[in-house]
């Protein structure tokens, strides 16, 4: 199971960063994909979730106008555009699946990214 985030890294307050997670590999069907993050010393944090068969998106209030997800569905590929970053969206970030049919939708909308991630990427704001 593969899921690797892509495009952190050290940006100035007020800058912007593309995360990429390329899903090609995973081989179990899944219904939702998304992104969250972990700060050290802080509880790990959805922060958007996009629901596949409908294309609905989600985003944590502390991302939102400021986070797009988006997908390259030919390729796999997810995407997390984050403009307007802030010393508080300092953590390493990760990309997430929910395989489960039956609760996919509830945890998406509740970004609860929990079944399935892989390798994180380091965002870090700071001036």
């Known amino acids: 199971v593969q899921l690797q985030a892509y495009g952190g890294g050290l940006v100035q307050p007020g800058g912007s960063l593309r995360l990429s997670c390329a899903a090609s590999?995973?081989?179990?069907?899944?219904?939702?994909i998304g992104w969250f993050r972990q700060a050290p010393g802080k509880e790990r944090e959805g922060v958007s979730c996009?629901?596949?068969?409908?294309?609905?998106?989600y985003y944590a209030d502390s991302v939102k106008g400021r986070f797009t997800i988006s997908s390259d569905n030919v390729q796999n590929t997810v995407f997390l555009q984050m403009n307007s970053l802030k010393p508080e969206d300092t953590a390493v970030y990760y990309c997430?699946?929910?395989?489960?049919?039956?609760?996919?939708?509830?945890?998406?909308?509740?970004?609860?990214?929990?079944?399935?991630w892989g390798q994180g990427t380091q965002v870090t704001v700071s001036s």
């Open positions: 590999v995973f081989t179990l069907d899944y219904f939702a």
């Open positions: 997430a699946v929910l395989t489960q049919y039956s609760s996919s939708w509830y945890k998406c909308v509740h970004l609860n990214l929990g079944d399935y």
């Open positions: 996009l629901f596949l068969s409908d294309g609905s998106t």
